[in-house]
Each structure stands twice: as C-alpha cells, then as structure tokens.
C-alpha cells in the first residue's frame, strides 16, 4: 500500500446535512473539527437524520467563526444560528438562555446537548414541516462514549452514528459498482462516494484492502480501526436529490454481509491529535 493517500475531507456541521469538503482538519479526540456537533432532534428528543427525513441532504450548513453555522435550504431564506452558550456558565450561575439544554436520543445514547435559538428550531421545522429543534453538542469530551466494546475508557465521540471517523476507499466503491453493475439494479449505478458519507476517502488501495486494519496513519496523525460500518437506507438516497433507490443495499447484502450487517467503510478512533490534509501518505501501522 505504498502510494496509498488522503484523496478527500468530509466533514457534517450538522448531522444529516449536506457534507462539505476540505483541503485539511484537525483532529479532534471525538472526530473532526466542526464535524457532527449539531443535530436535530424531534418533540420526544429522538434525533432526526436521513433515514426518516431524506430532504435533510439537499440542506447546508456553513461554519461560521466563533462555532456559529449560516444554514441554507431549497425554498428557505438563509439563517444564521450563533453557538449556544455552554450548558453550564463558569460562574456556575447561568442565565435561562445559557442552560437551554435538551437530552437528545441518538441510536439509544442520551446525550445532553444545548438547545439552539428558537429562530433555528423554526427555521429547520418550516423546511422539513414537521417539528424539529436544533441542538448542540458543547463538550464533547464527556458528553458521549463510544462503545465500550470497541473502545478504550474515555474515548468519546460527537453526533456521528457511533464513532469518531468513517474511512471509505475509492477502490472498494469501484469493485462495489462493478457488482452492482451485474444485478437487478443495475441502472441506478454508478453510485458516487457521497452516498456512504464518509469523513476520509483513500485512494491507491486495493478493493476492500481497509477490511484487514488494525492501526493506521494518516499523515502523522494514528488511528484504530474499530470496526466495519453497517451501512442503512440512507446509502440508497440521492444525496443531490433526495430520491430514494434500491442500491446499494441490494448489493451489499449479496456480497458485503458481515457479522449480519450490510457493511462498507470502517469506523475509526484517533490515538493522536493532529492535523490531515489531501495528500497525505496512508500507511498501515498494525495489519
């Protein structure tokens, strides 16, 4: 894997919106900077993504200096949302606005966040027509662990399904649109990288080579391998259009099913901060 590298940066402002693409990142304990640290949450505190909202891909946010986001949508006039005062003030004495907090329900983890401005909540709401608020995660060093069985104590992740980071590789994608070329569906190929909402994309391996990683490195910065990534419908969503398909789903459970999950990418844990850039050499440590 000697000329394996860095192809791509992606990272999520919010969770389930439109990604945005980099020339470089720090990295954080907890993931990216500025990846996945808003969500949107329903009236009961579940979190709300692609999978019940597909629309949420054709919507923006842009990081705004200070941790703010200037949020843009189809048929909605821009809006910028400020960073909400941490949950608790360093005079321990915080007004009602900065102790706006709600506890969100991400895939069963409930995970104190604090809660945006109401013009944001109406904002995000009026686009998708149904009741949402916009929340923040405002430390994540202890908000939320990952996994204990695939991870260390004190590992933590943001808004992101389970893990810090999701690697994908051009070379698994192009082996994976030659099987989807062949089956039933084969007319809603090739898919490109975005549906699998990937926060690295490596270049120069080969096809699913990312399956037998243990450690790697990524420029100068380290990384565990945890585990493969189940994969869910919103691999099947356009994310230009927000249409729905059948791919690659279809496909991946002829031939990517593992451990009763349809999976693609690995989920990865930074062992050392950082900074990544497009072109760095990806190197493995530990087969």
């Not at 698994?172 to 030659?178: E, I, K, P, Y």
């Amino acid at each position: 894997m000697g000329n394996a590298e860095l192809q791509s940066i992606h990272v999520h402002p919010v969770k389930a919106f439109r990604s945005l693409s980099l020339r470089e990142a720090v990295v954080e304990p907890w993931g990216l900077a500025g990846d996945r640290r808003w969500v949107l949450i329903d009236d009961g505190g579940k979190v709300v993504t692609q999978r019940e909202q597909p629309r949420l891909a054709l919507a923006a946010a842009e990081p705004l200096p200070g941790g703010g986001l200037r949020l843009s949508a189809p048929g909605r006039e821009p809006l910028t949302v400020a960073v909400p005062k941490p949950a608790t003030s360093t005079a321990g004495a915080a007004t009602a606005t900065a102790t706006a907090t709600a506890t969100a329900d991400i895939f069963g983890d409930k995970v104190e966040a604090v809660l945006a401005d109401p013009a944001a909540h109406a904002w995000c709401s009026a686009y998708l027509g149904t009741g949402v608020r916009l929340v923040h995660m405002d430390d994540p060093a202890s908000r939320r662990p990952v996994d204990p069985d695939f991870a260390e104590p004190g590992e933590t992740v943001s808004f992101a399904d389970g893990f810090p980071l999701l690697l994908t590789t051009t070379a698994s994608l192009d082996a994976l649109n030659s099987l989807l070329a062949q089956g039933d569906h084969a007319h809603e190929g090739p898919l490109p990288m975005n549906r699998f909402r990937p926060n690295v994309v490596v270049a120069g391996t080969e096809p699913w080579a990312e399956d037998g990683w243990s450690r790697i490195a990524i420029g100068d910065v380290s990384f565990r391998v945890a585990k493969p990534c189940g994969r869910c419908v919103v691999t099947t969503t356009d994310q230009d259009s927000a249409v729905r398909g059948k791919e690659p789903l279809r496909t991946l459970a002829r031939h990517r099913r593992i451990d009763g999950q349809l999976v693609f990418g690995q989920n990865l844990i930074p062992l050392s901060p950082g900074t990544i850039r497009v072109g760095d050499p990806v190197r493995v440590l530990t087969p």
